[in-house]
């Protein structure tokens, strides 16, 4: 027995002891009416106030027992969190089975009952024996409907969960060894003093739960505070089943197990990178890549490219990968795609009408494009809002500049002209002549002119601060933009939730970035408009990176220096560095882009 294990179970023991103390204050009141009603009847307790009083601690006692009765049947019954998981029967991977239940004999220690994939990072074991877990439940792979897996019988081995990045970027020998101390920890789990220590925790943080419920926010209390009791002995415990599993661990591929674990901070890196620079704005868009395990090795390979600290790890390529120890990878790549969806960004359980899967080959023309139009059409919503003129539309002839004197031929409108907020213009006459961009809203286009439409150079005319130097104009249009992101959100809020089976999960479990700033998203927007603007009339073309997402691509070569350009123009109103990348690209700011 490792020397950890003892000292685990002391650990349990006195988790169990706070349980056994809860219990013993619940039977206290019954211990003394007994005792009241046995002195009573043996007339040791005549007289007066001993009738009353017997009657007085009987009714507390009922009720102490009725109300203790119910939570502790709260806290029986009560369902624990479960992790959402794919879950992996043995005939969709026999292989990886078979691996792991090598390990647990190499170690002798019990194999766990099941093997479950989580769209993460990470790996553990998560018992899921409970009673609540006993019903029926579909098998995802391998299977066909039908009774709970072996995960849900009375005392079974606990599941392990495997991060699925681990499965497609280490290789199988590494898989081994990193999960090597994980499958250990089945055999500290199996020690009843600590299973029976982790279903009261795992009981009361369910009975907090249920304390959220109406007409049960009693319940909530004394679970917390049993949980506060125990809090500390729960986890020296854990840690001791921890220490206990990684000891056993040392006599298998204990010098891999180092290299692999170099591994496992690069999987981290790349999978985060790639999950939020490149599925979170397919997410946004009503997509879900539908191969982000397949992804994350390519995303990987990028990093091992650029960072000198990850050279020779594309090396190990070569080398068998672990998801070839799946049947069908492929089906549970787009699985754990669709639950990582549904963990991060909240969208839906099920693929839909408006929530559709999409290749890695398609992302640049139905993510990438797509979302640059979207963005530009909601700034120039924004600029319609904010009552700003589209100007003329420019003929063959007319100059490009946005300094261009309006046209002369315009009708003048008492309601048109409307300055951009701390232009010096604001506060001007009504007729006061002004720049193309800012020319009058209702002014005629001649629908011979081949310009007319939303144009870069109506955002560039807006944003260019003519001197006033208080940012007001972008602040404005920032805040437009920001509230019309808000209503779209809430708008799409039921059709997400509409999924069938959704859970506790309605909203993202895990939001992989905070909401972004005002200026963050004009910056974003104009970076959008300006993209359009070269797809439409520079010929580039949208791109994906897999580390930074999606990117601007002239003559097949990524552009990286527009976004410092872009804030220039966003948060100090000088277009002209944008305007000579537009001028040196060939994008021409007058003419108008397609929008969606």
């Not at 109300?67 to 292989?95: I, N, Y």
């Not at 995802?140 to 495997?162: M, N, R, T, Y």
């Not at 494009?369 to 420019?394: C, Q």
Request: aromatic residues 4%.
């Amino acid at each position: 027995m490792e020397a950890n294990v003892p000292s685990a179970r002391s650990r349990a023991l006195a988790v169990l002891r706070v349980r056994s103390r809860a219990s013993a204050v619940g039977l206290l009141p019954a211990a003394l009416a007994v005792v009241l009603v046995a002195a009573r009847s043996t007339g040791r307790l005549a007289g007066d106030p001993w009738p009353t009083v017997t009657l007085v601690v009987c009714v507390v006692a009922v009720v102490v027992l009725l109300v203790g009765g119910a939570f502790a049947a709260v806290v029986l019954r009560a369902s624990p969190a479960v992790t959402p998981t794919v879950p992996l029967s043995e005939a969709a991977a026999p292989d990886l089975y078979r691996l792991v239940r090598d390990l647990a004999d190499r170690m002798d220690v019990p194999p766990p009952s099941a093997i479950a994939l989580t769209p993460d990072c990470d790996s553990w074991l998560e018992d899921r024996s409970h009673a609540a877990h006993r019903r029926g439940a579909a098998r995802v792979f391998g299977g066909a409907h039908g009774p709970a897996g072996p995960e849900s019988v009375p005392g079974a081995a606990p599941v392990l969960v495997i991060g699925s990045p681990f499965l497609w970027w280490m290789r199988v020998a590494e898989l081994r060894a990193v999960l090597a101390p994980v499958v250990a920890g089945t055999g500290p789990s199996a020690h009843p003093d600590i299973a029976d220590a982790r279903g009261f925790v795992r009981g009361l943080d369910a009975a907090v739960d249920v304390g959220g419920r109406r007409g049960l926010g009693w319940i909530a209390a004394p679970a917390r505070l049993l949980l506060r009791l125990c809090r500390t002995d729960a986890a020296e415990m854990e840690r001791g089943v921890a220490a206990a599993a990684s000891e056993r661990a040392q006599g298998v591929d204990y010098g891999l197990r180092i290299v692999a674990q170099e591994q496992v901070g690069l999987a981290y890196a790349g999978w985060d990178r790639l999950l939020t620079r490149v599925a979170l704005p397919a997410w946004r868009m009503g997509r879900w890549p539908a191969h982000l395990d397949a992804g994350v090795v390519s995303a990987l390979t990028e990093l091992s490219r650029r960072d000198r600290l990850a050279e020779g790890f594309t090396s190990r390529l070569g080398e068998r990968p672990a998801c070839d120890l799946l049947e069908q990878p492929g089906l549970i790549d787009e699985a754990t795609s669709l639950l990582a969806a549904r963990l991060f960004h909240g969208g839906p359980a099920e693929a839909g009408p408006d929530w559709s899967p999409v290749d890695w080959a398609a992302y640049p023309e139905e993510v990438v494009d797509r979302k640059w139009r979207t963005e530009a059409a909601r700034l120039h919503a924004a600029l319609d809002a904010l009552a700003v003129p589209a100007g003329l539309p420019a003929g063959p002839s007319a100059p490009a500049s946005p300094t261009a004197p309006a046209s002369p031929t315009a009708p003048a409108s008492p309601t048109a002209p409307v300055a951009r907020p701390g232009s010096p213009g604001a506060s001007g006459a009504a007729g006061a002549a002004g720049p193309a961009t800012l020319a009058a809203a209702d002014s005629p286009s001649p629908t011979a002119d081949a310009f007319a439409g939303p144009t870069l150079e109506r955002v560039l005319g807006y944003l260019t601060d003519l001197g006033g130097g208080d940012g007001a104009a972008g602040e404005a249009l920032a805040g437009r933009i920001t509230g019309e992101l808000a209503r779209e959100e809430r708008a799409a809020g039921p059709a997400a939730g509409a999924g069938k089976a959704r859970g506790a999960d309605t909203l993202p479990l895990f939001p992989l970035q905070p909401p972004r700033s005002g200026r963050d998203l004009l910056a974003d927007h104009v970076t959008a408009m300006v993209c359009c603007a070269a797809v439409d009339s520079a010929g580039a073309t949208p791109g994906l990176d897999w580390l930074d997402g999606p990117v601007l691509l002239v003559g097949g070569d990524r552009r990286s220096d527009l976004a410092p350009r872009v804030l220039c123009l966003v948060e100090e109103g000088n277009p002209e560095p944008l305007r000579d990348w537009l001028s040196a690209l060939g994008v021409r700011p007058e003419k108008p882009v397609r929008l969606v």
